[in-house]
């Protein structure tokens, strides 16, 4: 079986080659690359970077190249105050994007950009709890005033990649399960982790190592007779 991890933030991927050492990195398109044996199968894992254009790149990137059965993106997302907890783990399910500014029609971008993920490849009952829901994707953190409104459209978290890689995924017909710890809560006032980057990356790294220890168990729940 082929699997591949995408890690997308700069605190994720350096909580990584914390969390294993002796990695032997290498450089790909878009960012650093290495591998790890799971399982006793090889991974391979890929840094996108942060943000939409990178994520749908990488995303392309490894489809072309790789060609894996299963592309796992560990990470982290920012959950909404009194829908979700810090140090949940959120399943991403439905993905949308909601910093697309549309005026000179009545065309439904936001929709277009929306994806639902197939995840009946996962053997049930799921190995850990998770939140299962919808992610909302920016090229932004989480501008508390906006909160009202993806709540509104029934948004659990927020991240920046999500959106565009569950979106490239769907238009290649490649099994993607996302898998976002929340780092941070915000509300419609403020984010917890705002201002205090120290914090975000001391919560990135127990996000990524509760994350990886989960991940051969979650390999173990893959199955590919769908």
Not at 110 to 133: C, I
Request: proline residues 4%; negative net charge.
């Amino acid at each position: 079986m082929n699997i591949v991890v995408i890690i997308s933030a700069i605190a994720e991927w350096n909580a990584v080659k914390e969390i294993f050492p002796n990695l032997e990195i290498m450089q790909s398109l878009y960012g650093e690359s290495a591998k790890i044996k799971i399982n006793e199968q090889e991974i391979k894992m890929y840094h996108s970077g942060w943000g939409k254009i990178a994520s749908a790149g990488m995303m392309q990137y490894v489809v072309d190249n790789v060609k894996p059965d299963v592309v796992f993106n560990l990470g982290t997302c920012g959950g909404f105050e009194g829908v979700v907890n810090q140090g949940d783990v959120v399943m991403v399910e439905k993905t949308f994007v909601y910093d697309i500014v549309e005026l000179m029609g009545d065309l439904n971008i936001v929709e277009y950009y929306a994806s639902s993920l197939d995840l009946s490849w996962l053997a049930e009952p799921h190995p850990f709890p998770t939140r299962k829901g919808l992610i909302a994707s920016a090229d932004s953190d989480l501008p508390p005033n906006k909160i009202p409104y993806l709540k509104s459209k029934g948004a659990i978290a927020g991240d920046w990649e999500s959106g565009a890689l569950a979106w490239v995924a769907n238009k290649n017909n490649t099994r993607l399960l996302i898998l976002r710890g929340v780092s941070d809560l915000v509300n419609e006032n403020e984010g917890e982790a705002y201002d205090d980057l120290a914090l975000f990356e001391s919560r990135a790294k127990d996000v990524m190592k509760q994350l990886f220890d989960q991940l051969p168990k979650w390999i173990d729940a893959i199955k590919l007779d769908n």
